[in-house]
């Protein structure tokens, strides 16, 4: 059975750059569940779906088609034979994405779809629900936190760094909180500190310090 290790928290937190380091470290493939909100999300803005129609954006949702694929690591995903890349990425999107999440019928089919990834192997998956509703049977869930304005100063340089946006850090912060309050306000898998699972605050640590949190926090016999 695969061994799964669960990572959730809000926008910023430092999920991605935890998740990835921690699945290299332990041969685990490395699962970025936002990015299925985000393809859905950029297919309905693509295609003129209005997003703050719960019933359009779950007909429409239905009928994308995403491929995954194990490659380097992490689980890829394709849309037409295609990487979404950067243009899932934008400030556009991230004003979308929330709108699209809480939709039951879309948290329904990406929960089936990020279980699916099991059989791939071990994983390591972060996003908002996976230790409370997509793997909330892990032995090894975690928090990650950081307060706004340490997660709006990452969320801002790593948009500078890929192109994608000059935003203030003020702006950023602003985007991240009405985020933060969609996110855990949704009625279907709002994001939450699970019960039992340990929680990092990383808002004056290093990335070093924080991977080591958690593999020092993994089950016996998971570290390598």
Not at 5 to 28: M, T
């Amino acid at each position: 059975m695969a061994k799964v290790i669960a990572i959730d928290g809000p926008s910023g937190s430092g999920k991605s750059s935890v998740s990835r380091i921690v699945g290299g470290r332990l041969g685990f493939l490395h699962v970025d569940s936002g990015a299925l909100y985000r393809i859905v999300t950029w297919r309905c803005l693509e295609e003129k779906v209005d997003t703050s129609d719960p019933a359009a954006v779950a007909a429409f949702a239905a009928g994308v088609g995403i491929e995954l694929r194990p490659e380097n690591g992490r689980v890829e995903y394709y849309v037409g034979g295609e990487k979404p890349g950067e243009r899932i990425r934008t400030p556009e999107i991230n004003a979308h994405a929330s709108a699209v999440a809480t939709v039951k019928e879309v948290r329904d089919r990406i929960t089936a779809i990020l279980r699916s990834m099991a059989a791939f192997g071990d994983l390591v998956v972060e996003g908002r629900d996976i230790t409370t509703a997509v793997f909330p049977d892990s032995p090894a869930r975690f928090y990650l936190t950081a307060s706004p304005e340490a997660r709006a100063e990452r969320r801002r340089r790593e948009q500078v760094e890929k192109g994608i946006s000059d935003q203030s850090a003020e702006a950023v912060k602003a985007s991240l909180l009405a985020r933060d309050r969609v996110d855990s306000t949704r009625r279907h898998a709002p994001l939450r500190k699970a019960d039992g699972a340990v929680e990092i605050d990383s808002s004056d640590m290093t990335l070093d310090e924080v991977v080591d949190a958690v593999m020092n926090a993994l089950p016996p016999g998971w570290r390598k």
